[in-house]
């Protein structure tokens, strides 16, 4: 078949944010919500509705959250709190699957496993949360600033999810120096952490605080940038209440304003509120 006949035509995930069979990476500094937007991401995806509250979802799919960082109660409370806001119960949320084990990256034996469990499950998005816990170990040495071996082991990891037809979505760290509020809350993919990261990844949601977070309301004041090589980007302001947590572990919440940010003009906010692996271990509903 010639070139000129393929069928490479782009499609949606999220519309104007994420595209299919494209390796993506959430990336930002720390505790800037990273891990709350890839589930709302996985819920938006799995229930066909809007990401945030903005972002269209053309079909619900398959979807897999594997988070290695901030334990079952925190991913819980944060899912039960984002469905609430969509009119949804987690529990009833069909396909999207939840895992705490991660796989090491340069192991082979790992991969292997992953892409068994991602066909098994027939997965059709999978976020890793985060990338600094399962690139090294497995027995190998592997340095993190080389980027002849991070490279490599990108490659691999995606050409497993793909081949299992799942598209990859890692969440990363930026460095330290990128980490300071600023008013264009302005970040590159060459702050984020490690070699090679920057250089590999298609497509890109890039986070970054654009004011300290405020304690006494649980507000955080983010921006949000957009990229990939299919041609989309944009950047928005993201205004994110939590509430805050009373003595019964309760009073949190997901309060989403998204507002055009610097790039498409100044508007105001709208509120949006509304290593050693077994397939059968990975994910569960």
């Known amino acids: 078949m010639k070139f000129a006949d393929l069928d490479c035509e782009h499609e949606w995930l999220i519309e104007g944010i994420l595209v299919k069979g494209q390796a993506g990476v959430i990336g930002g500094p720390a505790k800037c919500l990273k891990t709350g937007f890839i589930i709302d991401m996985a819920i938006s995806l799995g229930s066909e509705t809007p990401f945030l509250g903005k972002f269209h979802v053309p079909t619900a799919c398959r979807v897999a959250v594997m988070s290695g960082e901030s334990g079952k109660s925190s991913i819980q409370d944060t899912a039960n709190r984002i469905a609430e806001t969509k009119g949804l119960s987690l529990r009833n949320i069909s396909g999207v699957y939840w895992g705490f084990t991660l796989p090491i990256l340069s192991d082979e034996k790992d991969l292997e496993m992953l892409g068994e469990c991602l066909r098994w499950k027939k997965i059709q998005v999978v976020f890793i949360d985060p990338l600094y816990l399962c690139l090294c170990g497995g027995g190998k040495a592997v340095s993190p600033t080389n980027l002849y071996q991070v490279g490599p082991i990108l490659k691999r990891l995606t050409e497993t999810c793909l081949k299992a037809g799942a598209t990859p979505v890692l969440v990363h760290h930026t460095t330290k120096a990128a980490a300071k509020p600023s008013e264009n809350a302005s970040v590159s993919l060459y702050d984020l952490a490690f070699s090679g990261v920057g250089e590999f990844f298609r497509q890109w949601v890039l986070l970054n605080k654009r004011e300290e977070f405020t304690h006494c309301d649980g507000f955080h004041q983010l921006g949000m940038s957009v990229g990939g090589s299919a041609g989309h980007s ?46 059968s271990s990975i994910l569960s509903e």
């Open 234 to 279: 944009g950047k928005w302001n993201i205004d994110v209440r939590e509430g805050v947590l009373d003595n019964d572990f309760r009073g949190r919440k997901w309060d989403v304003s998204v507002w055009n940010g610097p790039a498409h003009g100044e508007e105001e906010p709208e509120n949006m509120s509304g290593g050693n692996l077994t397939a």
